[in-house]
């Protein structure tokens, strides 16, 4: 992660930052520095993209071929009902620039897959899973693997969410803490079911705060661990996840948790 320094303007924008004392100047130039992969800006990206771009992360890459629908909106905020049938890659661009012209935003409006994601993944720091099938999340676990690159995770259903790091100095994998695709209670899919729309804006925050710890350096990342919560009752917990050496060494890609 590249260092540079702060200018006035920058110093005025993040002060609040800069005054927690394992923040300052230094940690805030960490942030600045830094290149974060999102994959997805849909309802776990959305908001992982404004806090990120908010806290001031220096490059940013946004992975997302899709175009807004009208079912989006209920929980996909950066959208409204004059961007349906618009391109997510290019209306995130534009409206996080809008919320931040410090940053510097790269959009790849492509499936992210087998032929492009080592490509992609080896350009950044860390990347951020917010997508919503067990294949691409396999694959994106795979190519950081190959990369030696820590992957920040986030599911949805219903009223829970889970967070958690894989792949962070050589810790757990996802293919650790879930290894099938199919038949599991530990990451279903919000393409097939229900949700509530502000369950992704709590999960997303998490999500983008895990993303600065690691930027910073800072203690009690969530790897080895997933943070599991309900929002309808309250409950939070954390589960261990152990670790498998088998799933830290990966020569090739594949979707298949074989």
């Known amino acids: 992660m590249g260092k540079k320094q702060l200018n006035q303007s920058e110093i005025r924008r993040y002060a609040k930052h800069i005054m927690?004392?394992?923040i300052g100047i230094a940690g805030q130039i960490k942030l600045k520095g830094s290149r974060v992969l999102v994959i997805g800006a849909g309802g776990l990206g959305c908001p992982v993209?404004?806090?990120?771009?908010?806290?001031?992360?220096?490059n940013m890459g946004i992975v997302?071929?899709?175009?807004?629908?009208?079912?989006?909106?209920?929980?996909q905020i950066l959208y409204g009902s004059s961007d349906i049938g618009k391109l997510k890659s290019i209306i995130t661009r534009d409206r996080l620039l809008q919320q931040n012209d410090k940053v510097n935003?790269?959009?790849?409006?492509?499936?992210?897959d087998e032929k492009n994601a080592l490509e992609l993944v080896k350009n950044y720091d860390i990347i951020?899973?917010?997508?919503?099938?067990y294949e691409t999340r396999y694959l994106i676990n795979d190519a950081c693997v190959i990369n030696g690159k820590p992957m920040i995770h986030g599911a949805i259903y219903l009223f829970e969410g889970q967070v958690s790091v894989f792949n962070y100095h050589n810790g757990p994998t996802y293919r650790c803490y879930n290894p099938e695709t199919v038949n599991s209670f530990k990451n279903p899919s919000p393409a097939d079911t229900g949700l509530i729309g502000v369950l992704p804006g709590i999960t997303g925050l998490y999500m983008a705060n895990e993303c600065i710890k690691i930027i910073l350096e800072l203690d009690d990342v969530l790897s080895?661990?997933?943070?599991?919560f309900n929002i309808r009752d309250n409950s939070f917990y954390k589960t261990r996840v152990s670790r498998k050496e088998e799933n830290t060494v990966i020569e090739n890609l594949t979707i298949n948790p074989e």
Do not use: K, M, W
């Open 20 to 22: 927690i004392p394992d």
């Open 49 to 58: 993209l404004q806090y990120l771009c908010a806290a001031g992360i220096g």
């Open 64 to 75: 997302e071929f899709d175009v807004v629908n009208e079912s989006n909106l209920q929980r």
């Open 105 to 112: 935003i790269e959009i790849f409006n492509i499936r992210f």
């Open 128 to 133: 951020v899973d917010a997508t919503d099938n």
């Open 224 to 228: 080895g661990h997933a943070l599991i």
